[in-house]
């Protein structure tokens, strides 16, 4: 069997003390050098300080968190909650913990069996090739969300309050994440806009021939609907197949909107959804749509946007997008109806993933091959 050893290095840490040289696997190429690197000396501007205390209302605040993610994608906290006590309890816990002989820390191993590399645990990065350029770090990693996924075997018992120091930082940043994504739909909320559309569907003789609604997206940020308390009608698509949403007495049902997938980058949808009618019963509904000024360009959040994750959209007015939508609707092509849709809804899509059949969106959508056009 070949020597795959090269897999499992030694500890950084058992190397910094014993070679003059960092072994020849952790050097870089030359032109790859921290020394090689062109570095400037002041930054154009500052990356800011934004105090999350005043987040989400103060709104010079939200700018300046906006603006850092969209320029920097990095922002510093101040006021974020966590006390500096318990900061320093984290990073004690960190540093007591990596000061342990090697065989402690090896209880906690990222390695199963003593090969298999696994994500969590103490070790090295993953190393999958024989002249692959090692970090010259450790690492402890450890799954802190959700809760029930916590793997305690990994945790650390030495220092003693490594765990519950560990799980009161977690959960305080947590709060710190929520505050933010808070203030990234408060910001997008800045030129809100709200229109309450009131539904009256009278019973249909052949409700099967008919749509109460047609299948259809929503197109702002977030819909808060008041369905009929006794009739039933209201079906959603997914994955091509459609479900009836059930009724629950004075719930309101919220679903998100064309705006928001597009800023979101698509992590979250906007369901295609439709109203169908009663042969006996009337059926009435109250939609408060919430979207954003006619003045708002929308486009994926700069802060969600790396390498890894391009744009899955492309950049549009509220203005033109709204307009495309009103067309589609004139049209009956707001529809999730492949054959209403004809081809922008069809083609691949950047984000790659099977065709999607959501009408206004489908303007917006990044597509590599061709100019953005509407249909
Ligand atoms: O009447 C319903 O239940 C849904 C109405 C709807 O989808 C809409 O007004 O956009
Ligand atoms: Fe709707």
């Known amino acids: 069997m070949a020597d795959e050893s090269w897999r499992v290095p030694t500890p950084v840490q058992e190397l910094a003390g014993a070679a003059e040289e960092p072994p020849s696997r952790y050097v870089l190429r030359e032109q790859d050098r921290p020394g090689s690197l062109l570095v400037a000396d002041d930054m154009p501007e500052p990356i800011p300080v934004v105090d999350l205390s005043r987040l989400p209302d103060d709104a010079a605040e939200a700018a300046k ?4 993610l969209q320029s920097w994608g990095f922002v510093l906290v101040s006021n974020h909650g966590i006390e500096a006590s318990l900061m320093d309890e984290v990073m004690d816990a960190s540093r007591e913990f990596f000061h342990q002989p090697l065989e402690e820390k090896q209880k906690y191993s990222n390695l199963i069996d003593g090969k ?14 024989e002249d692959q350029i090692l970090n010259w770090n450790d ?5 802190v969300e959700p809760e029930d996924g916590r793997n305690y075997a990994k945790w650390p018992k030495h220092p003693e309050s490594f765990r519950e120091v560990l799980h009161d930082y977690a959960s305080k940043t947590k709060i710190i994440r929520d505050g933010i994504l808070r203030a990234m739909a408060n910001s997008m909320r800045t030129t809100s806009s709200a229109i309450a559309r009131f539904n009256y569907y009278p019973p249909c003789p052949k409700p099967e021939l008919v749509n109460g609604g047609q299948p259809h997206s929503d197109g702002g940020v977030l819909t808060i609907l008041l369905a009929d308390r006794e009739v039933g009608g209201l079906l959603v698509q997914r994955d091509g197949i459609w479900y009836n949403v059930p009724s629950h007495p004075y719930t309101l049902l919220i679903n998100l909107g064309d705006v928001m997938e597009v800023m979101c980058n698509g992590a979250f949808k906007s369901p295609v959804h439709r109203v169908v009618t009663s042969a006996e019963k009337e059926r009435i509904s109250l939609a408060v749509f919430h979207g954003v000024g006619l003045e708002t360009a929308i486009e994926p ?15 549009i007015g509220a ?12 049209r009956g092509t707001t529809s999730s109806s492949p054959t209403a849709l004809g081809t922008a809804a069809r083609r691949p899509f950047g984000g790659g993933g099977p065709p999607t059949f959501r009408s206004p969106i489908c303007q917006v959508k ?9 249909q």
Do not use: M
């Not at 590399?117 to 993953?126: A, L, T, V």
């Not at 690492?139 to 799954?143: A, E, I, M, T, V």
């Not at 700069?302 to 950049?315: Q, V």
């Open 366 to 374: 990044v597509d590599e091959t061709k100019p953005l056009v509407s």
């Open 301 to 315: 959040a700069a802060g969600l946007l790396d390498e890894k994750r391009p744009a899955r959209y492309r950049k």
């Open 319 to 330: 203005l033109d997008f709204f307009a495309g939508l009103q067309e589609h609707i004139a």
């Open 65 to 68: 968190l906006r603006s850092a």
């Open 116 to 129: 298999r590399f696994q994500i969590e645990g103490y070790g090295n990065d993953r190393v999958a090739r």
């Open 139 to 143: 690492r402890l990693h450890l799954k």
